[in-house]
T-cell receptor, first 112, second 112 residues
Framework: GESVGLHLPTLSVQEGDNSIINCAYS??????FIWYKQESGKGPQFIID???NMDKRQGQRVTVLLNKTVKHLSLQIAATQPGDSAVYFC???????????WGAGTKLIIKP | DAGVTQSPTHLIKTRGQQVTLRCSPK?????VSWYQQALGQGPQFIFQ???????QRGNFPDRFSGHQFPNYSSELNVNALLLGDSALYLC???????????FGSGTQLSVL
């Protein structure tokens, strides 16, 4: 769950295509996971969450998939739009713990 | 319905000085968490306040302290500022669980 340095992984996607952002989480005891979107100069914005008793959850244009076997989380964004350009973070939490542990972040770039 | 509000938005201090950052949680939320976000990294948990007490603390030195008021607003104080304290300081609020944290836009602190 430790974040890496200044060089964020980057994903470039054509406008209108689907985007898939991946995250490996660190703690097998984590039971709650969240995706956040952070635009430049702003705080993180909640996108979607999922508890460990589920493996898929859908929102508006977004889907989160959870694979507990390999400790992997993904965020799928359908029909990517220019407004989706941002850094996306996954975060994990355990019920017994009040802090979120954040992943490294992925910068999503939309190509016109 | 106002979301999480933080003040000031930007602050410049010199080494050794002290700083106080302020946060008002989202309406209906009684729990406030503070995070530090260095450039290009995910947020790092500083501490969480609930019922005017520090409920959990991350791996930050005692120079970082906080307070929560009866109206649920909160302050983050940092003493003896170091250059490495330069970062975006984020406040997040939630209900009693840690689900769906809502973040403010942050205070950008620069220590010269």
């Amino acid at each position: 769950g430790e974040s890496v340095g200044l060089h964020l992984p980057t994903l470039s996607v054509q406008e209108g295509d689907n985007s898939i952002i991946n995250c490996a989480y660190s703690n097998s005891a984590s039971d709650y996971f969240i995706w956040y979107k952070q635009e430049s100069g702003k705080g993180p914005q909640f996108i979607i969450d999922i508890r460990s008793n589920m493996d898929k959850r859908q929102g508006q244009r977004v889907t989160v998939l959870l694979n507990k076997t390999v400790k992997h989380l993904s965020l799928q964004i359908a029909a990517t739009q220019p407004g989706d350009s941002a850094v996306y973070f996954c975060a994990e939490n355990m019920d017994s713990n009040y802090q979120l542990i954040w992943g490294a972040g992925t910068k999503l770039i939309i190509k016109p | 319905d106002a979301g999480v509000t933080q003040s000031p938005t930007h602050l410049i201090k010199t080494r050794g000085q002290q700083v106080t950052l302020r946060c008002s949680p989202k309406s209906g939320h009684d729990t406030v968490s503070w995070y530090q976000q260095a450039l290009g990294q995910g947020p790092q948990f500083i501490f969480q306040y609930y019922e005017e007490e520090e409920r959990q603390r991350g791996n930050f030195p005692d120079r970082f302290s906080g307070h929560q008021f009866p109206n649920y607003s909160s302050e983050l104080n940092v003493n003896a500022l170091l250059l490495g304290d330069s970062a975006l300081y984020l406040c997040a609020s939630s209900g009693q669980t840690n689900e769906k944290l809502f973040f403010g836009s942050g205070t950008q602190l620069s220590v010269l």
